[in-house]
């Protein structure tokens, strides 16, 4: 159980076009979901946390209109990267936790390379 | 504001014996929640382990059982009969047990299995 998945695994796009990375829960209701970004051979940075129908709360630092966040349903959260640039480039982990429960599951992530 | 404290960025242990990572934790709260998340070469974060602080007892999962010293604040991973496949980084976190349920993360321990 606690499944999360996330597509695409891995993406190439040119600098100034945008990417949307999904990532759905597939076997719990995920009441919240986190996006995390990851550098090599460091931890996790979160980005943003959102709830089911409700707005993305970002970290300090995260451009909110760079980065946009959609968790239209109890399943499915979205994290578009708009007018990518190659300081974009990174690993994008998502991550969803279900009702009552304080642990994560996390997606395999997405290997973003912006050229 | 809480921390998480990982001190061996490196730990390397034979096959078949045992090894403990170290973290520790600051926090003022009485009631939250600890993890360990393995993160192999794969990149997909694995929950190996959770434990809350109002249990007395300490968590156990098959070879992985944990050293919660409250007062001390600690947390440590006990990996038992090493195999090559707990070859990963490992990462501990904290929650706070609120209603934001994000993670604060240490900065982890690559673990390196001799065979």
């Known amino acids: 159980g606690a499944v999360v998945s996330q597509h695409p695994s891995w993406v190439i796009c040119k600098s100034g076009t945008s990417v949307k990375i999904e990532c759905r829960s597939l076997d719990f209701q995920a009441t919240t979901m986190f996006w995390y970004r990851q550098f090599p051979k460091q931890s996790l940075m979160l980005m943003a946390t959102?709830?089911?129908?409700?707005?993305?709360?970002?970290e300090q630092g995260v451009e909110k209109d760079k980065f946009l966040i959609n968790h239209a349903s109890l399943t499915l959260s979205t994290l578009t990267v708009t007018s990518a640039h190659p300081e974009d480039s990174s690993f994008y982990i998502c991550?969803?936790?279900?009702?009552?429960?304080?642990?994560?599951?996390f997606g395999p992530g997405t290997r973003l390379t912006v050229t | 504001a809480q921390t998480v404290t990982q001190s061996q960025p490196e730990m390397s242990v034979q096959e078949a014996e045992t090894v403990t990572l170290s973290c520790t934790y600051d926090?003022?709260?009485?009631?939250?929640?600890l993890f360990w998340y393995k993160q192999p070469p794969s990149r997909q974060m694995i929950l190996v382990i959770r434990?809350?602080?109002?249990k007395q007892q300490n968590a156990t999962e098959n070879r992985f059982s944990v050293n919660f010293q409250k007062a001390a604040k600690s947390f440590s991973l006990k990996i038992s009969d090493s195999q090559l496949g707990d070859a990963a980084m490992y990462f501990c976190?904290?929650?706070?047990?609120?209603?934001?349920?994000?993670?604060?993360w240490g900065a982890g321990t690559k673990l390196i299995i001799k065979p």
């Open positions: 976190a904290y929650n706070a047990g609120d209603s934001n349920y994000q993670l604060i």
């Open positions: 434990q809350e602080a109002y």
């Open positions: 991550s969803a936790r279900g009702q009552g429960r304080y642990e994560q599951y």
């Open positions: 959102s709830n089911e129908g409700s707005k993305a709360t970002y």
């Open positions: 926090t003022s709260e009485s009631d939250y929640y």
